[in-house]
């Protein structure tokens, strides 16, 4: 089996293209920080994992993320090769994403930005996948006669 699930944070706004032919495809690349779990000498460390998107969620990429926004990913590990023009093989690993969406609240986003690195720094807009908050905190307001229908207090 081959999956892979990321949450980070991109290092710069996604980079869009679009494939040549008759039915051209959108295809994104991003690169996710991703913090690794233990710190090795006190030092936070993260890893860099280089992304593509095809179709409809690349074009959402373009639209809706960019520098700093933390976002979770699934997909798969594809590697490849190519030469290059000093005619190097150059070896890569890509995480092909089938699913992303946003890991955090466009309010707690921009709380967050004020003291992050250039590399970290961040806001982001609410998931076209979830809906819009009602209210400013960043969770829905629930009307009051649906509390007797919740399975939880």
């Known amino acids: 089996m081959n999956k892979v699930i990321l949450m980070g944070r991109l290092t710069r706004d996604p980079d869009i293209r679009y494939s040549t032919g008759e ?3 959108a295809v994104a690349r991003y690169t996710l920080a991703v913090d690794r779990r233990f710190r090795r000498d006190g030092d936070q460390s993260a890893d860099f994992i280089n992304c593509v998107v095809f179709g409809r969620s690349a074009e959402f990429a373009e639209k809706y993320f960019h520098q700093g ?3 979770v990913v699934s997909g798969r590990i594809q590697t490849g090769s190519y ?3 000093d005619g190097n093989k150059v070896y890569t690993t890509d995480v092909v994403i089938e699913d992303q969406e946003f890991a955090e609240s466009k309010n707690a986003s921009a709380e967050n930005s004020a003291g992050l690195t250039a590399a970290y720094q961040q806001s982001s807009v609410p998931s076209a996948s979830s809906p819009a908050p009602d209210s400013v905190d960043g969770f829905m307001n629930i009307p009051d006669e649906i509390d007797e229908e ?3 207090n």
């Open 69 to 71: 926004i933390r976002i």
């Open 23 to 25: 039915n051209s495809t």
């Open 83 to 85: 030469t290059n023009r």
């Open 150 to 152: 919740l399975p939880f």
